[in-house]
């Protein structure tokens, strides 16, 4: 069932700092949803709050209509949001199949069963081939590309089902243009059902992918629209073009890498 994420009054303090501030964020059943802004607009600590890897200081975070503002991580998990971790949560001595496998068992949809079995075996299959990693089967993650190791991550974070799937990290970082476009199509041809956020600094990634975009600034939201909306926004190159060309601030943290 698709669902919706609903932030409403989202604060985040670190110390003095008010790293999250205040934000409201509708993200739509089955929208393909960007954030975007600078370095240090609160983009990572708003995706925490989600994942519940960090608590609200104030605020509300709801997934459908459930109020999960204070529930841990691991339930959240269990309730449909999956994520791709910042530093790649695979297991970099085994194969492709066999780190799909142990997210298909982890999961644990299926009772735990031989790891030869079919049910696992089709699943893992069909996470391969969703993910475009069919043939790689046996290959070890060391012997990936770099975009190879991001369809990898894509497919352990969907071995749940997800209904909510969070791009933490920006998903075509370091990658070339054909690994970038492959995983725009990855992306777009995703079931309807899940409903994707993602952080990403190539607008014109952006552009392509998303069906909306929220713009942080200083932990706050300046703007969520279309992304023609957000393209024509005055506010939004006002924001940006106040330090230098805004692809330079929206590229900063890459360049930065
Ligand atoms: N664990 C933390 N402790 C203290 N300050 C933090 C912590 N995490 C983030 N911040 C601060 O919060 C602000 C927002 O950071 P972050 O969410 O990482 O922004 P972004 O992901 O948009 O670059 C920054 O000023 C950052 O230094
Ligand atoms: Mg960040």
Not at 55 to 69: M, N, Q, Y
Not at 182 to 211: K, Q, S, Y
């Given at each position: 069932?698709?669902?919706?994420?609903t932030?409403?009054?989202?604060?985040?303090d670190?110390?003095?700092?008010?790293?999250v501030?205040?934000?409201?964020?509708?993200?739509?059943?089955?929208?393909?949803?960007?954030?975007?802004?600078p370095?240090?607009?609160g983009?990572?600590?708003?995706?925490?709050?989600?994942?519940?890897a960090?608590?609200?200081?104030?605020?509300?975070?709801?997934?459908?209509?459930?109020?999960?503002?204070r529930?841990?991580e691991?339930?959240?998990?269990?309730l449909?949001?999956?994520?791709t971790?910042?530093?790649?949560s695979?297991?970099?001595?085994m194969?492709?199949?066999?780190?799909?496998?142990?997210?298909?068992?982890?999961?644990?949809?299926?009772?735990p069963?031989?790891r030869?079995?079919?049910e696992?075996?089709?699943?893992?299959?069909?996470?391969l081939?969703?993910?475009g990693?069919?043939?790689?089967?046996d290959?070890?993650?060391?012997g990936?590309?770099?975009?190879?190791?991001?369809?990898l991550?894509?497919?352990?974070a969907?071995?749940?089902?997800p209904r909510?799937?969070?791009?933490?990290?920006?998903?075509?970082?370091?990658?070339?243009?054909?690994?970038?476009?492959?995983l725009v199509?990855?992306?777009?041809?995703l079931?309807?059902?899940?409903?994707?956020?993602?952080?990403?600094?190539?607008?014109?990634?952006?552009?392509?992918?998303?069906?909306?975009?929220t713009?942080?600034?200083?932990?706050?939201?300046?703007?969520?629209?279309?992304?023609?909306?957000?393209?024509a926004?005055?506010?939004?190159?006002q924001?940006?073009l106040?330090?230098g060309?805004?692809?330079?601030?929206?590229w900063?943290?890459?360049?930065?890498?």
């Amino acid at each position: 069932m698709t669902v919706s994420l609903t932030c409403r009054g989202l604060s985040r303090d670190f110390g003095a700092l008010r790293a999250v501030d205040d934000v409201d964020l509708y993200v739509g059943p089955g929208s393909r949803h960007a954030l975007i802004g600078p370095n240090g607009a609160g983009k990572s600590t708003l995706m925490s709050l989600v994942t519940g890897a960090l608590s609200a200081s104030s605020g509300t975070v709801r997934l459908g209509d459930t109020d999960i503002t204070r529930v841990p991580e691991a339930r959240r998990a269990r309730l449909g949001i999956s994520q791709t971790m910042q530093h790649a949560s695979l297991f970099p001595s085994m194969t492709v199949a066999e780190n799909v496998l142990l997210a298909v068992q982890r999961h644990g949809r299926i009772s735990p069963l031989p790891r030869r079995h079919p049910e696992y075996t089709a699943r893992v299959g069909e996470l391969l081939a969703r993910t475009g990693l069919d043939g790689r089967d046996d290959v070890g993650v060391s012997g990936l590309s770099h975009g190879e190791r991001k369809q990898l991550e894509l497919a352990v974070a969907l071995a749940g089902d997800p209904r909510l799937l969070l791009l933490l990290d920006e998903p075509a970082a370091g990658m070339s243009p054909a690994e970038s476009a492959r995983l725009v199509r990855l992306i777009e041809e995703l079931p309807d059902e899940v409903t994707v956020l993602f952080i990403e600094h190539d607008l014109d990634l952006v552009f392509a992918l998303a069906t909306e975009v929220t713009v942080l600034h200083l932990g706050r939201v300046l703007l969520s629209g279309t992304p023609d909306e957000v393209r024509a926004s005055e506010a939004v190159q006002q924001a940006y073009l106040g330090a230098g060309r805004t692809e330079e601030l929206f590229w900063s943290e890459k360049a930065e890498a």
